[in-house]
Structure formats: C-alpha cells, structure tokens
T-cell receptor, first 113, second 117 residues
Framework: QQQVKQSPQSLIVQKGGISIINCAYE??????FPWYQQFPGKGPALLIAIRPDVSEKKEGRFTISFNKSAKQFSLHIMDSQPGDSATYFC????????????FGKGTHLIIQP | GAVVSQHPSRVICKSGTSVKIECRSLDFQATTMFWYRQFPKQSLMLMAT?????????EQGVEKDKFLINHASLTLSTLTVTSAHPEDSSFYIC?????????????FGSGTQLSVL
C-alpha cells in the first residue's frame, strides 16, 4: 500500500513558469511533510517542510500548500529556472522523530531555457 | 554546508567481499539515523533505523545479516554490506535527525553508489 502518492511522474516547464507537484497521503497520523530536491548522484536535500497546523508555507520561490481535509499537499516553484531541474520527492512522517520518512515516487522536473 | 557526511561516495567491489559505509552527523548528536536504498530513477526505500547503543530496526524484507548496522556513537552509524553480490548494487543513502527548537529536521548524506562486479 503506497502511503504517499506523488504526481506527475515527470514535468516540463518553461523558464519563468510555475512548477506544481502534488502529493496525497493516506495515513492521518502523518504530521510532518517535507519536500526534497535530488540531483543525479547526490543525496536528497531538504527544500521546505510543513506541519498540519498551517495551510501554506513560503520560502523564497518555493511554496507548500497543505489541505488537511483532502489529505493533499503540493509544491509550487515560482519563476522556475533551469537550475531547478532535478527530481523532487514529497515525504511524510509521524511521531516524535523515531520513524523514518515515507517517500513519494518522485517527480523528474525539467525546466527548459 | 553539509550537516550529514557519508563516505565513501562511490565504491566498486568484487562479488563476495564486504563493504562498509559510514554516516556521520557533523555538528549535532543523532540518536537515530536511517539507511535508505535507491534504485535508478526510483524513490528511496527505507532499509533500517539505526539507534545509538541498541540494535537497528529493519524494515520488512531487509536481511539484517546481510546489511549490518552499527550505531556505536551519537555521531556515527555504519552500514556494512556483507558478502556483496551484483544485486546489491545500488545507491545507499543515510539520514539523521537534527533537533531544532520548534521541531526536528531530517538531513541526508550525499549517498554511496555501490557497484558489485
């Protein structure tokens, strides 16, 4: 049973456009929702994260929107740049830190110049 | 800068040999670290949770005798792939929880690409 469903699998956006990646979860015990950015041959890097007590969080060009009732959250990348081309993973976890993350399957994002 | 250091970044070994991968938290103490495995163009799969001073907790389907985890100190966890075979070739990534005021954050190492010939 996949607990975190991520879409789309791949995405092509023009430079300057908005990239949107969506995730849905099933486990209502999840209380931490991070997004990671991964370049080929590198480990994932934490991009931005949100907890269920807020509906939106913005850091620079990156925004997380969170819909608790729908059990969905999304990443928006504003003014997308070629350097943003990477694989993005949403994830979720519950508890006080002892549990590992459950990852979505990833979205391969390509920003065209 | 990096908060979790993983070494080596790449290793090539012969079938039947053992390989050790180190994961260090650089500026914080990590009582819990995690080991993931990632196949090309796929997501990260949690293999085990490494707990300082106690036995690791393995996910279902992961052979604990094959993937030995030792978390001997608050800043170091090691993953040893014993008697490696070509099917063990993969990208292995560790992560650690860094406590922060108002919450915790998980940071990842840079990964180790293991190729077993």
């Amino acid at each position: 049973q996949q607990q975190v469903k991520q879409s789309p699998q791949s995405l092509i956006v023009q430079k300057g456009g908005i990239s949107i990646i969506n995730c849905a979860y099933e486990n209502t015990a999840f209380d931490y929702f991070p997004w990671y950015q991964q370049f080929p041959g590198k480990g994932p890097a934490l991009l931005i994260a949100i907890r269920p007590d807020v509906s939106e969080k913005k850091e620079g060009r990156f925004t997380i929107s969170f819909n608790k009732s729908a059990k969905q959250f999304s990443l928006h990348i504003m003014d997308s740049q070629p350097g943003d081309s990477a694989t993005y993973f949403c994830a979720a976890k519950s508890g006080g830190g002892a549990d590992g993350l459950t990852f979505g399957k990833g979205t391969h994002l390509i920003i065209q110049p | 800068g990096a908060v979790v250091s993983q070494h080596p970044s790449r290793v090539i070994c012969k079938s039947g040999t053992s390989v050790k991968i180190e994961c260090r938290s650089l500026d914080f103490q990590a009582t819990t670290m995690f080991w993931y495995r990632q196949f090309p163009k796929q997501s990260l799969m949690l293999m085990a949770t490494s707990n300082e001073g106690s036995k690791a907790t393995y996910e279902q389907g992961v052979e604990k005798d094959k993937f030995l985890i030792n978390h001997a100190s608050l800043t170091l966890s090691t993953l040893t792939v014993t008697s490696a075979h070509p099917e063990d070739s993969s990208f292995y990534i560790c992560s650690a929880i860094r406590p922060r005021g108002g919450g915790e954050k998980l940071f990842f190492g840079s990964g180790t690409q293991l190729s077993v010939l």
